[in-house]
């Protein structure tokens, strides 16, 4: 297969690639029973929750099946072994389709959305990634520690009232702002606002809008989806105002500041002087300011919902925030990596919702998968993160509780690679996971430090789709802890001071 100048497949023909145009014996692979002729596999199945049917059908069709719909049939991934094989770089590459290549009216060839063969995704990503280096890391969590005081002044006033918070809410606000104020030097102030920002707002609406196309007949678009196409332009429009105006200050101020809107507006590439064209820098920051806050806050609110559920974990891992960190009021940025069991708190809680729930594979050349499935180059399927976090032949039986301790260090050397895959995978994995990690541990160290998590007795978890993954109608209430006083302990018991 021919490759770009950087290694990417060439380009394969845009827009949607159905199953038969690439799985020459797809009549191998199982669907659900009942498929209504010209419909396809629709009975039962909620527009509201595409992915969590698919999770359903997954449980009683195997490792690998197919889903077809108004004429457009996808091939499903979750067997470990076979998505193993899909992430295996030299045969398999990042395929951009579904609700992904139905953001690029926005996000264009930003980093998440650009196709393969597009040279920007090389440029931005080698002048972008010294931003995410350990050095830019330490530079990033003071302005993490000052937002995170700003959310806890609100839960501060939030408890004393006696009023239960809103945990999705609240979180999106908090990762809006850090990932606005640490990469672009811009202050939304969401956490002087009683609604979202409108920014989260048109964010949420092109989400939720990219999702239902998906499930909408192409040739009824225009007509089901009418007011919805509408709302979206105007979503968009918004999107591109507010980045534009973040820019046009940037350059107004003449930067400085280091910082990732820094490194798209000044920096060269190191090999071949290019820069990032302003209509890319629009499509860069756009992608950074939605990928940067909408997963972290899902991840974020769903750790809090399993440590209000399990007061044992919480216990665990309040008592090794007060053993690290003791009574230091700001922790240092090394202080963070060693809480190893938030993190696997963490860790636990995108095992069972990873907030982006799929990735898409496509094969670089003709090849079989499994060693029974023939693909063609450009064939594609999607793997199904979720229901690949729950195959018991890697993580049990009990797939559905809620254990920390799988991601405890032995437990993780003994499972096989490319079962845990939150962040996607390859060369286009999430280029911030480490900021990701960092920026959620700690807000869970401080937030455990500051409050025991109850629960609403009568809430029972609902997830919620807009590609990425949310807990719907969160509500926590709080208690205030006593402050821990003295100093942070090392691992050998040692006082640090």
Known sequence: MAETRHGAPAALPKGFRSAELGWPELRRIPHPPRRVPFVGDVLGASVRSPMQDSLKFGRRLGPIFRRKAFGNEIVFVWGAGLAAELADESRFAKHVGLGVANLRPVAGDGLFTAYNHEPNWQLAHDVLA????????????????????????????????????????????????????????????????????????????????????????????????????????????YLNRTVDAVVATRRADGGGRGDLLDRMLETAHPVTGERLAPENIRRQVITFLIAGHETTSGALSFALHYLARHPEAAARARAEV?????????????????LRYVRRVLDESLRLWP???????????????????????????????????????????????????????????????????????????????????????????????????????????????????????????????????????????????
Request: one cysteine or more; proline letters at 8%; aromatic letters at 8%.
């Open 130 to 237: 010294p931003g995410f280096s350990r050095e830019a890391m330490e530079g990033y969590h003071p302005m993490m520690l000052d937002v995170t005081e700003r959310l806890t002044d609100r839960w501060d006033a939030e408890q004393a009232a006696g009023r239960a918070v809103d945990v999705p809410g609240d979180m999106t606000k908090l990762t809006l702002e850090t990932i606005a104020r640490t990469g672009f030097g811009h202050d939304f102030a969401s956490f002087e606002r009683s609604r979202p920002h409108p920014f989260v707002t048109a964010m949420v609406g092109t989400l939720t809008y990219a999702q239902r196309r998906n499930v909408v007949p192409v040739p009824l678009a225009p007509l089901l989806l009418r007011g919805a196409s509408r709302r979206n332009a105007a979503d968009m429009a």
């Open 322 to 338: 007060d053993r690290v960190w003791g009574g230091t009021e700001r922790p240092a940025y090394d202080q963070v990596a060693r």
């Open 355 to 497: 907030t982006a729930p799929a990735f898409a594979r496509e094969a670089r050349e003709d090849t079989v998968l499994g060693g029974v499935h023939p693909m063609r180059q450009g064939a594609w399927a999607l793997v199904l993160t979720a229901m690949l976090h729950r195959d018991p032949q890697v993580w049990g039986a009990d797939t559905e509780a809620f254990d920390p301790d799988r991601f405890d260090a032995k437990a993780v050397r003994a499972r096989p690679p490319h079962t845990f895959k939150p962040f996607g995978t390859g060369a286009r994995a999430c280029i911030g996971r480490q900021f990701a990690l960092h920026e959620a541990t700690l807000v869970l160290g401080l937030l455990l430090r500051r409050y025991e998590l109850l629960p609403e007795p009568d809430y029972r978890l609902r997830v919620s789709e807009r590609l990425t993954l949310m807990p719907e109608g969160l509500r926590l209430r709080l208690e205030r802890r006593t402050p821990v006083t003295g100093t942070p302990r090392t691992p050998a018991g040692r006082s640090t001071a």
